[in-house]
């Protein structure tokens, strides 16, 4: 019996989409107001989904508590109330889009994860705009 | 042309987490605070989703007079306002797990449902934990 | 400057409605399929408000840390995954309506609030059913 | 990194379910009090999901202002507070269900997205009614 | 112990807004697009609310399957999948905004409640737009 | 006929709580990880309520095209994507708290708005922490 466990978490934090090696009008040009020097800032709500095999003996996919303590210390210790791309190493290179965030959440949640399983993320950057990584 | 449609309906029932096979240790261990001998409950949500190829001469791909009263018999008066445990029969064996609940609502709409149609459900045990179930 | 800051908090519980010194048919007729003897349950969600001045200071009408730890003790702890009716002193005399829950919680939230604030409680049984009260 | 990002989007129809080809006692048969000769209307939530490989120099699946606009010009300004059966071509021989019109919206974006992209639409007639085409 | 009690409820409709006393120019200058003499339309959600004393005997402030019957009744069998300005006789004479449709659904149900009982009306038109009305 | 007309917007900023006249050690003790000198962010959330009389001609209590234009300019332009503390002058000297937020988007909206009107503000910071601010 195959099947998907989702579990939702949040996180908020600021950010900024901008290349140093573009000019300033390239940065304006392709990011407009998400380029603002100043940083603004998100409310970033997940839903992390492992999919596998239901164990017969507890009727569990995944015990959730596991899952959400790799949620915590990989996503939430590490990205609520930062600074995406002061403080947090992942995007010192990347830049924060939300499709880099989920591919870093995914990455960090996978590592930490029994590999039996697969993951997807969907990440809200707001409530109207949205992502899904599985990992292809 | 092929598509899903979907159908929200909700149950709110009772439940524990328990092997009688296991010591109160193991259950405890295992199933934590949802083991409470006394029972918790839940405001169960589902999202029926049903695919497969649009009428052309209606543009529906099911009545969904059909699908809500296949719903309201099989699940909502099967499961509403019920102690999972002790008032239904499918969990005098299973524990009733959202990943259990959501096997057996599958095969109770499946077992009424023209064949011709996939099935998925969609089961919220709470608005942040969920499973998804296609039968696989 | 007057304010009310909310927070939402959840818990789930099962409950019954049923006064023993009726007959069942009273029962019956008075709560229906609430009254069903084996339990059922719900995920209760809760918007806790409290009305006050804003301290000049801090910007802060209250700093939110004390009333997390406030609902997390008074309510959380005492009523999440518990059976009401079996578990919860408050209600061994008291029917766990909506209503009943809602007065219970304002009065522990209450007693262990500042005095200056003046609290309100809106508690939603389901996410169709709920009530609200202001201590009056 | 292939990925699928969503933009949420709705609008307010009125509309009709009917065919002039059957007896008015088949229309009601079939489409009930959706076949009310009055018109009835709903708000309409889409989400709209993109797919595809995402940019490495910018971090995007899509500059979301192109998917936006697309949205506006060809879905927004052409169905919001339009009655679809009286003035929205594509409705003129095809019944305006939830799956004819998420078969439309599919249609009417794809037209104007570039073929590298796959597509897909969830139209949310109600809260509780929603469908999902894909283009298969 | 005096609290309120609410109830969400829902239906599906058409209307317009115009005035037959006005030229087209001022009907399109006030109410623009609402204007679109093919109708348009919404799913309205209502909540309603009802505030009095808790009966002590039964730890409910109303039954609620009054209530859903007033509201059954009332509202949703009067207006759900209706075209408001051609089929509902408050609106012969009255402009469906929201702000009347509110009206006329607080002394719809406000003939049939016990006077003991205060009532409000919230009124959701679209997800973005809503009123309260509570009889003043 | 007195009622309330609420509209929902939105915007996403960067904020930081701290007193520049305060050690580190009292800033972090009092606004913890929201005194991140790198800031954070959030989605925030306004419902913003108009109340009076209803103009017995349009049945409207305001034309909600008035009410979206101030929001844009008050409130969208003037906070959206911007870093609160560095690019807003109201925070310049007020610490930008959920509490005061919605004080100056109140202050901002109601010196535009016919003064026929009352206002409340309500400001969600997160969808679990919010605030409503009548003007009191």
Chains 1, 2, 3, 4, 5, 6 share one sequence.
Do not use: Q
Not at 13 to 39: M, Q, T, V
Not at 63 to 92: G, Q, R, W, Y
Request: glycine fraction near 4%; include cysteine.
């Amino acid at each position: 019996m195959r099947l998907t466990a989702y579990r939702k978490a949040h996180f908020n934090a600021a950010h900024r989409l901008y290349r140093p090696d573009w000019s300033d009008e390239k940065n304006e040009k392709i990011f407009g107001k998400c380029n603002n020097p100043h940083f603004h800032g998100h409310n970033y709500d997940m839903e992390i989904g492992v999919s596998g095999e239901v164990d017969p003996e507890t009727g569990y996919l995944i015990d959730l508590k596991i899952l959400k303590d790799i949620i915590k210390s990989e996503v939430e210790d590490a990205l609520d109330h930062k600074n995406l791309n002061e403080e947090v190493p992942e995007f010192k290179e990347l830049i924060p889009t939300a499709e880099h965030i989920a591919f870093v959440i995914y990455n960090k949640i996978k590592a930490k994860l029994d590999p039996k399983y697969d993951l997807e993320v969907k990440l809200y950057e707001t409530p109207r705009n949205f992502v899904l990584y599985k990992g292809e």
